[in-house]
């Protein structure tokens, strides 16, 4: 039997799992790097250590040992199915029958720079940067769907002393699809324990970035957050439309309201010149998502929009107004209908930034 163990990015972060499938094997292999980190589970065991480049040397050890009766640990770092040792051991594995396997996962680096910046992740892209085995053009070709699609990518292997080209390259091609404010997160792993730094895409040094570095690009909705990173999945929250939001709606909806910048309006204009005021009470508020500018008053639980001008730009009216009718049919809907307007609001947000 041939355990594929994942260990996860550190020995503190292994599962029990793991841990237990470790206790249990009479043979370990793995390279030496990872094998370093968990040699108090392995004094008693059969210790067989590979380097790097040896990955299919690897899987034919633990294949020849399983087939000798042994309980046999394959060691990988992370998740063993994420760029480890599980897709190796099956591919070799069509040469052989009756080879039992059973892959014990493990955290993945995705997830654990993830849980260190924050909570940055949504839909997302896992792309490893590494041309060793994979054509440039290729990863170029994830790139630029991943970043056009706005998903969450985080990068694996992005950077060596030798291999540069492809974070240049992927660099490049998010500068040219996503905003240059757009939020990186970089964690780099090292003995005194991990180095976190959040950054944005306009001013990521591409020089600080080796192959301990994980980095997760955000999405046009990823915002900073007391300095860790936030995608909104996109809740609501609880709130009672004011009277005057009413009031408002009511002339909406009988055709009485007003387009464009209100210039009769005392207090025009209130966010910047010139702003469009078709939307003077925001039929999404509260959002509860600062990705445009809005906040939390801290203890208040009161959510500010003094930080938010997307909802009076042209386009945006322009995006709203093309579905709020089937959504708005009366006051009652800015409460009743409230997951149907953020899901139109994450559209437009979308579509205007």
Not at 323 to 341: A, C, F, T, V, Y
Request: net charge neutral; with cysteine.
């Amino acid at each position: 039997m041939i355990y594929v163990v994942g260990i996860g990015p550190r020995r503190d972060d292994m599962t029990i799992r793991a841990f237990k499938v470790l206790q249990d094997a009479d043979v370990v292999v793995g390279y030496g790097g990872y094998l370093r980190q968990i040699r108090d589970l392995t004094e008693d065991k059969e210790v067989i250590a590979r380097g790097m480049g040896q990955e299919v040397e690897r899987a034919e050890l633990a294949i020849f040992h399983s087939r000798q009766g042994k309980k046999v640990a394959l060691v990988s770092s992370g998740d063993p199915g994420v760029y480890g040792m599980a897709n190796v051991l099956y591919q070799v594995l069509g040469k052989y029958e009756d080879v039992k396997v059973e892959v014990v996962p493990g955290v993945t680096a995705a997830t654990y720079t993830s849980a260190l910046l924050g909570a940055p992740l949504h839909d997302f892209a896992v792309i490893s940067l590494s041309d060793i085995l994979t054509p440039l053009s290729e990863i170029k070709r994830k790139v630029k769907k991943a970043a056009e699609a706005d998903l969450i990518i985080v990068f694996y292997n992005p950077r060596s002393k030798r291999r540069k080209i492809p974070l240049k390259e992927a660099y490049q091609i998010l500068k040219e699809v996503r905003k240059a404010t757009t939020l990186v997160g970089m964690v780099k792993t090292g003995d005194d324990g991990p180095e976190v730094t959040v950054t944005t895409l306009e001013d990521l040094s591409l020089e600080n970035v080796d192959m301990s570095t994980t980095l997760l690009v955000g999405n046009t909705f990823t915002y900073l957050q007391d300095g860790k990173m936030v995608t909104p999945r996109g809740y609501l929250s609880p709130h009672t439309t004011h009277p005057l939001a009413s009031d408002f709606y009511e002339k909406y909806l009988a055709g009485e309201g007003v387009e464009g910048p209100n210039l009769s309006c005392e207090y025009y204009p209130c966010h910047q010149h010139p702003q469009n005021c078709t939307f003077c009470y925001c039929p999404f508020y509260p959002c509860g998502d600062s990705s445009t500018g809005g906040h939390w008053i801290k203890e208040k639980q009161v959510w500010s929009c003094e930080g938010c001008q997307w909802i009076h730009q042209d386009d945006v009216v322009q995006c709203i107004r093309a579905k709020l009718d089937q959504i708005l049919h009366n006051i009652g809907d800015l409460e009743d209908r409230k997951k149907e307007l953020l899901k139109l609001r994450r559209e437009c947000v979308f579509s205007t930034r």
